[in-house]
């Protein structure tokens, strides 16, 4: 019996501390909401982008979506550059604005409608998801 009074708010402390530690990304270690953003937008949208080699866009329909695809990994750079971890943080933002860079080359080769030079701006883009991975990515 006496033991509940006490237990309580000892579980809403803990409760509390692992609600702050969620805040904030501690050490090298990045926040979860950077698998959401890879999982909601950079992955589907880095398809899109990747896929103009295994099938060229047929019309402005498909280009658009390209172009489209390429503005949302602007944006999802932009948004995990706000992630960087607190140690080790120069890389990441680094890294970041280097995705940020290739998508928006990848999206002005596809208001070209160049095949090529999204090809080549998806390799550069690629390279930064790669430089990130390995340097971030927990195994
Ligand atoms: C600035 C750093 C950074 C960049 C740039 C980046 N990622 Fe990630 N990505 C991460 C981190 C960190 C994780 C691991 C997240 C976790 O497990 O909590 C991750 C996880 C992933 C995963 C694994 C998802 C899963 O289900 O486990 C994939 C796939 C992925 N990223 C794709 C990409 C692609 C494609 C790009 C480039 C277009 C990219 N990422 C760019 C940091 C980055």
Redesign the pocket.
Known sequence: MRAVPVLVPITVLLFLANAAAAQQPSGS????S??E???SI??P???A??GVGKEAPKNDKDWTAVQDSAAK?TD??KL??R??PSTDGAN??K??N??SA??ETAGKAAKAKNVEAVLDAGDV??G??????K????K
Do not use: E, G
């Open positions: 270690r990045p926040a979860a950077v698998l953003l890879m999982k950079v992955i949208a880095s398809d982008v990747f990994l999802a750079a995990l550059m992630q960087a990441w933002v890294y970041s280097a995705m290739a998508a883009l690629y930064t998801c790669d430089d990130c991975h340097r971030y990515m927990k």
